[in-house]
């Protein structure tokens, strides 16, 4: 099993921007690739960004050029660095660890990023 805690949530004024961090324990070697979902209220909960342990990333179409997804392997993190952040970002971000198979290793608590002026 692995345990993720995110951080770094909060409330920003659209245009700003805001840094996530995943930090994992736990099965680590197990780890294939993370990624960052969102579920804003009323909403499916969708893929934002991914990112492998070779460091092969994908991002839904709506994030790409504003999103980054970085790891630190020596601290076990994963970070989401959100610039010009719009009203529509606003949403609960959780962290999700999942094996070479696709297997769900195991889902972080959530953070809650508002977008509001």
């Known amino acids: 099993q692995v345990q993720l805690v995110e951080s770094g949530g909060g409330l920003v004024q659209p245009g700003g921007s805001m840094t996530l961090s995943c930090a994992a324990s736990g099965s680590i070697s197990s780890i294939f690739s993370m990624g960052w979902y969102r579920q804003a209220p009323g909403k499916q909960r969708e893929l934002v960004a991914a990112i492998t342990r070779d460091g092969i990333t994908n991002y839904r179409d709506s994030v790409k050029g504003r999103f980054t997804i970085s790891r630190d392997n020596a601290k076990n993190t994963v970070y989401l660095r959100m610039n010009s952040l719009k009203p529509e970002d606003t949403a609960a971000y959780y962290c999700?660890?999942?094996?070479?198979?696709?297997?769900?290793?195991?889902w972080g608590q959530g953070t809650q990023v508002t977008v509001s002026s």
């Open positions: 999700k660890a999942d094996g070479r198979w696709g297997n769900t290793l195991g």
